[in-house]
């Protein structure tokens, strides 16, 4: 059974750093593309940052470029998402996802694509 558990959330000003954590079980993580989407309360779904190692590629969400940065430990089947500079843009709950890894690499932009989620974590940037 796939399980995505993500910590790190919290209330932090404008200009703060907070840094996510996602601890996957469940399936062979190098195989797996893994990302971090967010929902702000009445917007759709973005897909801010992806990851997979195995070609080493990442997806940056033109909003976040330049300020988060997504991680990878493959000894710890764990993922990260280090956010700075952090705006009230960026309120929102970020959820852990993974798919299996196919090669369409510009596909994982979309939301739909991805299979697996966690149980999301509130990110909060205000003052």
């Known amino acids: 059974e796939v399980q995505l558990v993500e910590s790190g959330g919290g209330l932090v000003q404008p200009g703060g750093s907070l840094r996510l954590s996602c601890a996957a079980s469940?399936?062979?993580?190098?195989?797996?593309?893994m990302g971090w989407v967010r929902q702000a309360p009445g917007k759709a779904r973005e897909v801010v940052a992806a990851?997979?190692?195995?070609?080493?590629?990442?997806y940056y969400a033109d909003a976040v470029k330049g300020r988060f940065t997504i991680s990878q430990d493959n000894d710890k089947d764990t993922i990260y998402l280090q956010m700075n500079s952090l705006k009230p843009e960026d309120t929102a709950m970020y959820y852990c996802?993974?798919?299996?890894?196919?090669?369409?690499?510009?596909?994982?932009?979309?939301?739909?694509?991805?299979?697996?989620w966690g149980q999301g974590t509130q990110v909060t940037v205000s003052s």
């Open positions: 996802a993974t798919t299996w890894y196919d090669g369409n690499w510009p596909s994982y932009r979309n939301e739909d694509r991805w299979d697996y």
């Open positions: 469940g399936f062979t993580f190098n195989d797996y593309a």
């Open positions: 990851i997979y190692t195995g070609r080493g590629r990442t």
